[in-house]
């Protein structure tokens, strides 16, 4: 099996797209990547909008590569709509009418509108599919965060191995997980591998310690009963004392961001966004020569902040 995170907050954006591939079966998993509007009262860095460019470069590459596209739930860091990424795919996408409000409904509605003249679209929700490669299973509706959260629900994916004996969970914005019951599911499922979004510590003052820290106990008893590597990041890598907050889930040298998990230097640009513009604002050094004036066009900001 070969797993390929495609975007992350470690490497620059908010994202969890991931290419997965068994046999001679590819799978794209949440093809979206988004930049906050507004972080520290700033809006994105240059660096932020240059990694934002790759990373839907690369997800445009590997969505020509894939047989099946999964999208987990109707957060804009987690779905494209332009159906030109989806054309001629099998399509599992959580159900547009079950356990499903507000924003999140409007989208999926317009986005099986969408996809439906150009792609086979099906309802994840407890979907099993088995190929002579591999086999697919979709949980129920899971909460986005801790149970009751306002952020509605979303669907895990299990990819199975029988060759290797490996199983990739894909865990989504779980958020640690906060919600026993998506603890539970996960150890259910066994995975080898296990992807999902840390607790949101960003936002630790207004959810309070004690939940992130039963995010950081969940991940840990998972790794126990299971004994499974882990790829943790998203929500976890906006803090900018992330290193520090999670040590105790670093130090079991089971858990990796995405960028660990691909061997390169961690990226968490949105994190750094008020040292950008600190070293963008400093003034340069004095030439005796006027400087001429750059204008440009203003860009149109990527949507997805707040706690998606």
């Not at 590997?62 to 596209?69: K, L, Q, S």
């Not at 003249?117 to 002579?132: E, H, I, K």
């Not at 936002?203 to 299971?226: F, S």
């Not at 008020?274 to 949507?303: D, Q, V």
Request: one cysteine or more; aromatic letters at 6%.
């Amino acid at each position: 099996m070969k797993i390929v995170p495609l975007a992350a907050e470690s490497l620059g954006v908010r994202s969890m797209a991931t290419y997965v591939e068994v046999g001679q079966t590819g799978i794209l998993i949440d093809p979206g990547a988004t930049l906050a509007p507004s972080r520290f009262n700033l809006p994105p860095s240059e660096e932020e909008w240059e990694a934002l460019r790759r990373a839907n470069d690369r997800i445009s590459a590997y969505a020509a590569r894939a047989d099946v596209i999964f999208v987990s739930h109707y957060h804009e860091d987690h779905f494209r709509s332009d159906p030109a990424s989806y054309a001629g795919r099998t399509v599992l996408v959580k159900d547009p009418r079950r356990m499903i409000a507000g924003a999140q409904a409007k989208r999926a509605a317009d986005l099986w509108a969408a996809l439906q003249p150009v792609a086979r679209v099906q309802s994840a929700d407890g979907c099993r599919r088995r190929t002579l490669d591999l086999e697919l299973r979709v949980s129920p509706p899971l909460p986005h965060g801790a149970e009751g959260t306002p952020l509605g629900f979303l669907v895990v994916l299990t990819v199975v191995d029988p060759a290797e004996n490996e199983r990739f969970v894909f865990a989504s914005d779980v958020q640690g997980p906060l919600s026993a019951v998506a603890a539970a599911y996960i150890v259910q499922e066994r995975p080898t591998l296990l992807y999902l979004s840390g607790p949101p510590s960003y936002i630790e003052k207004e959810l309070g310690a004690a939940l992130i820290d039963r995010g950081v106990d969940n991940l840990l008893r998972i790794v126990a009963a299971t004994g499974c590597r882990v790829i943790m990041d998203h929500h976890a890598l906006r803090d900018t004392r992330f290193a520090e907050r999670f040590a105790r889930l670093w130090e079991t040298g089971s858990i990796v961001t995405a960028a660990g998990y691909l061997g390169v230097a961690e990226a968490p640009l949105e994190s750094r966004r008020n040292r950008a513009w600190a070293a963008a604002r400093k003034p340069g050094a004095k030439t005796g020569e006027p400087r001429a004036i750059i204008t440009r066009a203003p860009r149109k900001l990527a949507k997805g902040g707040s706690n998606a």
